[in-house]
């Protein structure tokens, strides 16, 4: 099997589906709360995505080459 990462626009594409589903509302409970828990797991994975590209982006590389944080 397979366990290749999803890119963060696929896994975006996949946390708009399932709110798309649940705001639809036509979900069974059971099948909602599933969603909700796969959503919330996506938000979380989306965050530390943006958050580690963030930290990548605020650092400068040095003429010595050293980062340093920008300011």
């Known amino acids: 099997m397979s366990t290749t990462k999803k890119t963060f626009e696929e896994n975006l594409q996949d946390l708009e ?3 798309s589903k649940l705001e ?3 979900v069974p409970l059971e099948e909602a709360i599933s969603e909700f828990q796969k959503g919330m797991l996506l938000s979380k994975e989306l965050q530390k995505t943006l958050n580690e590209a963030e930290k990548t982006l605020v ?4 003429p010595d080459n050293t980062e340093t944080e920008m300011d």
């Open 24 to 26: 639809n509302g036509d």
């Open 17 to 19: 589906i399932i709110v």
């Open 59 to 62: 650092k400068v590389m040095q």
